[in-house]
């Protein structure tokens, strides 16, 4: 039943017919019963269909010559037609009601597929082509989500300082490329492709009020800013997506290098005029910390970690070693009794010299403010770091500030 009503919705059974004088039969049925194999004397079967071609097709009139005498042989093979073929297209039901159906559908699941998004756009709100986040306030400051992964958080179940620094790193440069600043380089601009110049960092502080957990959503805001005649400073906002608690803010100076001397250069008048309309005209997120750096050596230090090597995947673009993967160094001549129970806060670091995959480092890390044997129930910490290269030649130095954990997040990683 089910088969025949599915035939009947495609193929209505009423229609009129022809005879073979072109002339309109009265008749309101298809008879298949007359799809009647006859053998003839060479073995072959001759099919004559009793379907007729209905009268009209979508409302008006048609007419055909004659019927159509089909010889079929074993082979599957037409051998002769007597009277001139009637067309296939005339010979189609009327499709209108199932397009109409079809058109219904896809405009239902159009609407509800709309009403999932009900959040209302603003006109100061423009998507990147990419889809990784959107330029905000009258295309100042550039806003990206990212989700925690497992693969992100440390020992202590948070996300780590390196996640962290990379999703900084992330949006400065999606930044720039929904900008449509983004040249050949990795992270120039096409006047700066044209010159072989690259942006290079040389300060960067961080304070982290709180660090998100897996699964929580951070939102990423940054934005540039002047900075003297020849820099530019990048800041950054990170907060809770759910709560809009901040959780972390940055502050970062940046100057131009010639990627073949690697040297450093001046601004450009060409470049200065591709990136000033982008600059805010607004103070630091952070206040800087103008404290000096101590200058660190085998005897001031109370750590030292030596043989530090980059990895091929340590490298990026530019050839020289990525500014998250000198944080990671530092930290390896950290005092793993520090880390067990403290939360790194702030971070000023001070970038001196690049280093490329042949370097060999020395990490060397101060402890001050507390007796280092104390350092499991201290307060607060503060240590006093030094990257360099084995012939003492300095590649960062840093200061960090760290906070007791509170109970909850102070794990037992003997077990």
């Keep these: ?55 009209k097709i979508n409302g008006k009139k048609v007419s055909l010559p004659g019927s159509v005498h089909i010889v079929k042989t074993d082979n599957n093979h037409d051998l002769s037609q007597q009277n001139a073929p009637r067309t296939f297209i005339n010979q189609l039901p009327d499709w209108s009601m199932l397009l109409a159906a079809i058109t219904t559908v896809f405009l239902a699941a159009e609407k509800q597929w709309m009403m999932l998004d009900t959040k209302p756009r603003r006109s100061d709100m423009i998507m990147d082509p990419f889809g990784l986040g959107r330029i905000v306030q009258d295309g100042l400051v550039y806003r990206q989500n990212f989700d925690i992964r497992s693969y992100e958080i440390g020992a202590d179940r948070s996300a780590s300082i390196e996640t962290v620094m990379n999703h900084l790193q992330e949006t400065a440069l999606n930044h720039v490329k929904s900008a449509g600043l983004l040249g050949d380089g990795f992270g120039s601009t096409p006047e700066m492709v044209k010159k072989n110049l690259i942006w290079v960092v040389t300060r960067m502080q961080v304070v982290v009020d709180k660090y998100p957990t897996w699964g929580d959503v951070v939102e990423v805001d940054t934005w540039v800013s002047k900075s ?8 950054w906002l990170v907060r809770d997506c759910n709560t809009g608690e901040i959780l972390t803010r940055a502050s970062s100076v940046w100057v131009m290098m010639n990627k073949l001397t690697r040297r450093l250069s001046k601004l450009p008048e060409e470049v200065r005029g591709e990136i000033e309309p982008y600059f805010v005209n607004s103070d630091p997120i952070l206040a800087e910390d103008s404290r000096k750096l101590t200058k660190l050596d085998d005897k001031t230090a109370d750590y030292v970690r030596s043989g530090l090597t980059p990895r091929w995947s340590d490298l990026d673009v530019n050839q020289h070693v990525n500014n ?50 104390s350092l499991g129930t201290a307060g607060e910490v503060e240590c006093q770091h030094l990257l360099r290269h084995q012939d003492g030649a300095e590649v960062v130095k840093g200061r960090t500030v760290w906070s007791s954990k509170t109970p909850s997040t102070t794990w037992d990683t003997t077990s």
Excluded at 335 to 356: A, D, F, I, N, Q
């Design 324 to 373: 998250v993967k000198y944080i990671g160094w530092i930290l390896e001549s950290a005092p793993v009794e520090m880390m067990e129970k403290h939360k790194l806060k702030s971070m000023t670091l001070e970038y001196r010299r690049e280093c490329g995959r042949d370097s060999v480092l020395q990490s060397l890390t101060a402890v001050s403010g507390c007796d280092v044997g």
């Design 228 to 235: 003297g005649k020849n820099g530019m400073r990048r800041d």
């Design 1 to 55: 039943m089910v088969a025949t009503s599915a035939t009947s919705s495609f193929f209505p059974l009423p229609s009129s017919s022809l005879d073979p004088n072109g002339k309109t039969n009265k008749a309101t049925s298809t008879n298949f019963s007359g799809l009647n194999p006859t053998p003839n004397s060479s073995g072959r079967l001759k099919v004559k269909p009793n379907a007729q071609a209905p009268s």
